[in-house]
C-alpha cells in the first residue's frame, strides 16, 4: 500500500494566521490526492481534489499545491470556523490511504 | 439534493456480523459508487473498499479481504458494508460516501454509523 506522512499530527496558529500542513507518498502519485476537512462529531468534506483544485462552494482562503510524493495543503487566513482536523488522501492506485490527520486549533 | 442516510448504531459481540445500510437520493444511483471509510474512536480514517453501482464491482481493501462484503439494491438505491468476524478493534464509526470512480475523489458522505463491539 502507499502510505501517505502526514505533518504536523497538530497545530496551534492565531486567526489571521497562514497554516500549512503536508502530505509527503510513499511513491510517486502524480497529482492523485485529496485533502478533506473533518469537524468533531461530523463526516469528513472534500475540499481540494486533484492535488490543487477547489471544490465548489469552499473558500478560497484553502489551497492545495504539489505533485509527485510532496503536497501541501495551505489556510491563507485562519478562521474560527476552520478548526477541524484535516486530512490527505490518495488514489493514485486500487487501495486508497489517508494521512494521518492534522488537528487544527486556535491558539 | 445529494444526501446518503446510513443506519442506526448497531452493538455486536466478538465473533458477529454487522449490516450497515446507506440509502442514497438527489442523484442517479447507478452512475456512482460507493465507499466505506470507517474511523475507531479518536483515530483517522480507514477506507474499507468501493462498489460500483453500476455492476456491481467492488474493490476491497486488502487489509478487510474475506471479512467483508458490499452490495448495492438498485431497486431502492441502497448500499449494504457486511463485516464479518467482529473483532473489538472493529469498534468505529462507519462511513459511506459517493464516489464516482474507486480512483476519484469522495464528494458525498452519510452521517456515519457507529458499530460497537463488546463482549
Known amino acids: 500500500d502507499i502510505q501517505m506522512t502526514q505533518s504536523p499530527s497538530s497545530l496551534s496558529a492565531s486567526v489571521g494566521d497562514r497554516v500549512t500542513i503536508t502530505c509527503q507518498a510513499s511513491q510517486d502519485i502524480s497529482n492523485y490526492l485529496n485533502w478533506y476537512q473533518q469537524k468533531p462529531g461530523k463526516a469528513p468534506k472534500l475540499l481540494i481534489y486533484?492535488?490543487?483544485n477547489l471544490e465548489t462552494g469552499v473558500p478560497s482562503r484553502f489551497s492545495g499545491s504539489g505533485s509527485g510524493t510532496d503536497f501541501t495543503f495551505t489556510i491563507s487566513s485562519l478562521q474560527p470556523e476552520d478548526i477541524a482536523t484535516y486530512y490527505c488522501q490518495q488514489y493514485d492506485n486500487l487501495q486508497l490511504t489517508f494521512g494521518g490527520g492534522t488537528k487544527v486549533e486556535i491558539k | 439534493q445529494v444526501q446518503l442516510v446510513q443506519s442506526g448504531a448497531e452493538v455486536k459481540k466478538p465473533g458477529a456480523s454487522v449490516k450497515v445500510s446507506c440509502k442514497a437520493s438527489g442523484y442517479t444511483f447507478t452512475s456512482y459508487g460507493i465507499s466505506w471509510v470507517r474511523q475507531a474512536p479518536g483515530q483517522g480514517l480507514e477506507w474499507m473498499g468501493w462498489?460500483?453501482?453500476?455492476?456491481?464491482?467492488?474493490n476491497y481493501a486488502q487489509k478487510l479481504q474475506g471479512r467483508v462484503t458490499m452490495t448495492t439494491d438498485t431497486s431502492t438505491s441502497t448500499a449494504y458494508m457486511e463485516l464479518r468476524s467482529l473483532r473489538s478493534d472493529d469498534t468505529a464509526v462507519y462511513y459511506c460516501?459517493?464516489?464516482?470512480?474507486?480512483?476519484?475523489?469522495?464528494?458525498?458522505w452519510g452521517q456515519g454509523t457507529l458499530v460497537t463491539v463488546s463482549s
Open positions: 486533484d492535488a490543487s
Open positions: 460516501a459517493r464516489g464516482l470512480s474507486v480512483t476519484t475523489p469522495i464528494d458525498y
Open positions: 462498489i460500483s453501482a453500476y455492476n456491481g464491482n467492488t
